[in-house]
């Protein structure tokens, strides 16, 4: 018999097993900073396991099953439940929306020979530091990146500022970005480093307010509360240059910051239209938590278990080791993101999509949709 626990001091959700159950452990940050991209990631993800589990199992065999253990966006606390995971017998690990936290539990992963992915960290070095069992599942940022520094160029944009921070892998995408930027006759003319957390922006503020000629263009990768903190610092000394961001501010806080965020241009990972598959997975989701999804991190989660069935129906088995090789000849999954591949990725990063997308009246504006050349595509940076 199938039940639920839920355990509040750390929000554990357990389901028991059967024989030929597909056992997934979830070492995600349902609490702390990492929490408004992982708690969505693993909505997403129950929803997948529901309609697969309505339909009778993968491949009519395989119940799916998952165990969610707060790692409260701390690396040493999503050490120790992915530690615990693992000894319960799970089959996949799933680990945090960044690279920190995932690189350890990725590692005893690749110990025990578990495949694990992360929800939606985009950092390329993230799974050859994370041990050989570890995939990402976001476009990386490197592909961000070349999108990006792509569409700048096409709009004109001859000069950037770029804002990065050293705390994390993830906040250095602007780095790729100069990579590219400048590859494309572009020129970044004035660059500044933040420390997570930061909430105090005037100086850089100033400094950019200050250069003359003014860049056309600002590139970051800062998400919540850093982004929002800079961004309203920004508009309020009257510094009006273009902003782009990344995935990291695909969340509902940009879209409720008002005219202040109007205009700012993001990578992400997809955009709904009537009839595609992004949007028959929103309406999905919003059937089963009478709410609409916020955010593109939902989809992403959905996409994982699309990856994990379609890596079983080719294995023919749950062996953690046949599952790695599987996933790792994958090409053209469908997810409701887009399609996923992972044949050819050395850096078990997914090939798939990268959308541009537009803040407009607190919501969306389709801007572009593209995979980019890999000549444009800068190597992983450590």
Known sequence: MRHIIAMAAGLLLVQTAAAEDLKIGAAVSMTG?????????IEGLQVAIDEINAAGGIDGKYMVEIDIRDGRSDPAQTT????????????????????????????????????????????????LSAGEYMFGNFP?????????????????????????????SYTQLPLYFKEVFEGLGGKVSGEAVY????????????????????????????????FPAFIRQLRASGVNIPVIGSDGIDSPTTFSLGDVAEGVVFSTAGFAEEGNPLSTFYKAYEKKFNRPSETIYTALGYDIMQVIAAAIMKAGSTDGAALRDAISGLEN??????????????????????????????????????????????????
């Open 33 to 41: 900073g990492l929490a408004y991209a992982d708690v969505p990631a």
């Open 195 to 226: 420390n997570l957390g930061q909430q105090d922006f005037s100086a850089i503020v100033t400094t950019i307010g200050s250069l003359d000629p003014a860049p056309d263009v600002i590139m970051t990768a800062a998400y919540e509360p850093d």
């Open 80 to 127: 120790l439940v992915a530690q615990e995971l693992i000894a319960s017998g799970i089959d996949i690990l799933i680990t945090p929306a960044d690279a920190d936290p995932s690189i350890g539990a990725g590692l005893i992963a690749a110990q025990a020979k578990v495949p694990a992915f992360t929800t939606v960290a985009s950092s390329p070095t993230l799974p």
């Open 333 to 382: 999954v469908q997810g409701a993101a887009g399609s996923i591949t992972y044949a050819g990725r050395e850096d078990r990063m997914p090939l798939r999509d990268v959308t541009l997308v537009r803040v407009k009246g607190g919501d969306r504006e389709f801007v572009r949709q593209e995979t980019p050349p890999g000549d444009l595509v800068p190597k992983p940076k450590y």
């Open 140 to 168: 990386g940022d490197n592909l961000q990146s070349a999108v990006s520094a792509q569409y700048a160029r096409d709009t004109g944009y001859d000069t950037a500022f770029i804002l990065y921070s050293e705390d994390s």
